[in-house]
């Protein structure tokens, strides 16, 4: 049974919004920080936004700093990212993933545990 599953996805417009949502099966949900990682085709593996389960913090990628926003809700496990003014540069797969419980941040390397990603795609 996968841990985290991700919904959401789909084809927009430029200027749409979209948001995703994240399933989480995890012990201690509340004391796991969870990422946004995304990749497009030929591209690294990139962090979107992380989100602590230490109050306030909170990290994007430079790309989606002021469009995007992340959060969580802690008593349905659940990690959202709501995405606004999408660009064709935002298509790219978008993973779910989970840092080791109790870490404040980590970056792709050190994430433990992944969902199977789901598909954005931006239309100009």
């Known amino acids: 049974q996968r841990q985290l599953v991700e919904s959401g996805g789909g084809l927009v417009q430029a200027g749409d919004s979209l948001t995703l949502s994240c399933s989480a099966s995890?012990?201690?949900?509340?004391?796991?920080?969870m990422n946004w990682f995304r990749q497009a085709p030929g591209k690294e593996r990139e962090l979107v936004a992380g989100?602590?389960?230490?109050?306030?913090?909170?990290k994007y990628g430079d790309s989606v700093q002021g469009r995007f926003t992340v959060s969580r809700d802690n008593a349905k496990s659940t990690l959202m990212l709501q995405m606004n003014d999408l660009k064709p540069e935002d298509t790219a797969v978008y993973y779910c993933?989970?840092?080791?419980?109790?870490?404040?941040?980590?970056?792709?390397?050190?994430?433990?545990?992944w969902g199977q990603g789901i598909q954005v795609t931006v239309s100009s």
């Open positions: 989100i602590s389960y230490a109050p306030g913090i909170i």
């Open positions: 993933a989970a840092c080791s419980r109790l870490e404040y941040m980590c970056d792709r390397h050190g994430a433990v545990s």
């Open positions: 995890l012990y201690r949900f509340d004391e796991t920080t």
